[in-house]
């Protein structure tokens, strides 16, 4: 009888190293853990804003770029840093965000005037583009299985929420003792604790496209952003000024170069027949509406609160926590929904539970009374969980396989366009009649209202966007 013939196996494939094995448990504990660093940083001005203008000798009329420094880099870079994380590398993405998280926050705490205090900001918000962009195609290559990918990204989402209430706890914690400077130099200090544990835990992962990087459509699409968050911030100061005028015909002028770019590009940045995906769309809508109406309101309520309601800014971050608390716990268990509940519809009960609580919190500044706000604190606590745990899953759903990364810059990109729009629209609202404690009593009703018709609109739109096609397998 012949025997088998044995080929040798060539010599490429007995030195190949082999891939290592992504490390699950520690890919999702660093991955939120610096999530929740880059929230805490976002939300840190809530409560040291006061102190920070007077430190730093800013006017009024710029106060807001304090605050807009971060979404402003969080916006511009999401979905560059998306692209890029998929194409070279999610890890080396991953850890390059955080490192230069730590760095700017620090220099941040350094920084002698307004103008350098913004550019951190800025800067702090583009490292954290790159931290959210990268954690979700970390997560998708760690956890491949659908079981294992919904438990994970309900676990970030509740980071997310975790984040947002611990930012301005810390940072009132630490004013208490020290200057303010303080809570930035512990929050830069934090994130570099975690970029220094974060090699070891984290194994790479890409799917490159070939190509040359899509840098045009990376300028028109980052500049359009930066335009557009700019004529945001300096309308609240009055909406028909030639500046205004000028950086609105600007975005559009370069959003439109954008999509010429991306329709001739071999390796676009933003792949634009995913717009033809009701997923996407979901998903995009879903981010947009989420920072209009939820984060906007809730950016803005704290300061509503302390002047309507004489709260102190330990008090309003308690009464904050209460919110963002409710949001983690309800965002840890939104994992027993699946297959009960789709993304969509998880994300359409979150907005029609915001919107009844905004309304259950109509007439409380009024009042003088916090304890008329915790129903509504805790009813949007709840809906809010839900958006934070749908949001993340709807991301990495409907993106192509291999572009998770991607997905999740366009729509945490949304999320926070949404955030610098709504919190322009809710100023703009509650103090259109006069900023005495009457006015804004009314002024902050006005918001409310518009919160909550924003929210219900969302509602609306994702279950008209229905599941016409297979959802893609990351």
């Known amino acids: 009888m012949s025997q088998p013939v044995r080929t040798a196996a060539p010599a490429s494939a007995l030195t190949a190293p082999i891939p290592p094995t992504p490390r699950p448990g520690a890919t999702l504990a660093v991955t939120s853990a610096a999530t929740a660093v880059a929230l805490m940083t976002y939300t840190a001005p809530m409560i040291t804003l006061g102190d920070t203008a007077a430190s730093l000798h800013t006017a009024l009329s710029s106060q807001a770029w304090l605050l807009n420094g971060t979404p402003l880099g969080l916006a511009a870079l999401l ?39 913004t550019l951190a900001r800025v800067a702090q918000g583009a490292a954290s583009a790159a931290i959210l962009a990268a954690s979700l195609g970390l997560l998708v290559h760690a956890f491949p299985t659908p079981a294992g990918r919904i438990r994970a990204t309900g676990v970030w989402g509740a980071f997310v929420s ?53 840098l045009p459509g990376a300028l028109t699409l980052g500049v359009a952003l930066v335009a557009l968050l700019a004529a945001l911030t300096l309308g609240r100061d009055g909406w028909l000024r030639a500046p205004i005028g000028v950086l609105l015909l600007a975005t ?17 940045m933003l792949d634009l027949s995913l717009l033809r995906r009701p997923l996407f769309l979901a998903s995009t809508a879903g981010a947009l509406f989420t920072g209009l109406s939820v984060i906007a309101l809730f950016s803005y309520v704290p300061t509503l609160v302390q002047h309507t309601m004489g709260v102190t800014p330990m008090g ?14 309800v965002a840890l268990q939104a994992r027993r929904l699946a297959g009960k509940v789709s993304p969509r519809h998880q994300l359409a009960l979150g907005f029609v539970l915001h919107a009844l609580a ?10 003088g009374h916090w ?13 809010s969980g839900l958006l934070n745990a749908a949001l993340p899953l709807l991301a990495v759903e409907s993106a192509p396989a291999g572009r998770a990364a991607m997905g999740s810059g366009a729509n945490n ?9 709504g919190v322009a629209l809710m100023i703009a609202v509650s103090t ?25 609109a969302a509602a609306a739109v994702l279950l008209v966007l229905r599941d016409r096609v297979a959802r893609p397998r990351g």
Do not use: C
């Open 79 to 117: 979905l560059v840093a998306g692209s890029l994380a998929d194409d070279y590398g999610r890890r080396r993405a991953f850890l390059y965000g955080t490192l230069a998280l730590g760095i700017t926050t620090v220099l941040g705490a350094l920084a002698p005037n307004t103008l350098l205090f």
């Open 162 to 214: 975790g984040g947002i209430a611990l930012g301005p706890v810390a940072a009132g914690a630490v004013t208490r003792f020290a200057d303010w400077r303080w809570a930035y130099a512990v929050l830069g200090a934090a994130a570099l604790i975690v970029a220094a544990l974060a090699p070891k835990a984290l194994t790479e992962s890409r799917s490159p496209r070939g190509g040359r990087p899509d």
């Open 252 to 268: 559009a002028v370069l959003l439109t170069a954008f999509v010429i770019v991306e329709r001739r590009s071999k390796t676009p």
């Open 432 to 456: 259109s009649t006069g900023t005495s404690r009457h006015a804004l009593d009314q002024g902050t009703n006005t918001a409310l209202i518009v919160s909550g018709v924003l929210a219900l």
């Open 316 to 329: 309003t971050a308690g009464l904050f926590v209460v919110w963002s608390g409710t949001s983690f716990l």
């Open 358 to 367: 905004v309304a259950t919190m109509l007439g409380a500044a009024g009042s």
């Open 371 to 383: 304890t008329r706000l915790l129903p509504g604190l805790l009813i949007s606590g709840i809906g």
């Open 413 to 421: 990109t949304a999320r926070y366009i949404g955030s610098a729009a």
